[in-house]
């Protein structure tokens, strides 16, 4: 109960700071990890659907409001949210399915989905009306950046596997 309230916002805002702050510094290419998106596939798969689509609407309304990501106000709130529904499908009901799932490259491959959903909603929407294909923005952005967070996402799988192994 605790980890709810004090734990996990104060996770949500030390990424934010390392969004803003570190972030920028490791693009490949104007391609940049999502550590906000993998927290919230965390969360999906730790505490749920629900746990999942409320931080990630407002973490993402947060990108939003503080001009991180896009000018259209809304836009990350909204891809953060049905991100982070759609990867509360992994949710397990049990403590060791969890931990089974976030220290196992399933946690990788579900991150890595939901980035890639997150991408198209992102850029199906933020292209509207530019010169730029929708094939090329998945081939360009959205393919290769949810293969960037799903390589980050290894950081924490390797460290639910060795703390939960055994």
Do not use: W
């Amino acid at each position: 109960m605790i980890r709810r309230f004090l734990f996990y916002p104060a996770v949500a805002v030390a990424l934010l700071l390392v969004h803003f702050l570190i972030v920028p510094h490791l693009a490949l290419a104007h391609i940049v990890p999502d550590l906000i998106l993998v927290f919230v596939t965390y969360l999906a798969v730790r505490e749920g659907r629900l746990t999942a689509t409320i931080a990630g609407f407002v973490l993402g309304l947060v990108l939003d409001l503080t001009g991180g990501e896009s000018s259209v106000l809304g836009l990350s709130a909204l891809a953060k949210s049905v991100s982070g529904f759609l990867a509360g499908l992994f949710y397990g009901e049990s403590e060791g399915r969890i931990f089974q799932t976030l220290g196992s490259y399933r946690f990788s491959v579900i991150v890595m989905g939901a980035s890639f959903i997150h991408n198209i909603i992102y850029f199906l929407i933020y292209l509207q009306g530019t010169d730029i294909s929708f094939s090329d923005a998945v081939f360009l952005y959205a393919v290769p950046g949810a293969l960037y967070c799903a390589l980050i996402s290894l950081l924490p799988m390797f460290f639910f596997s060795r703390r939960y192994s055994g």
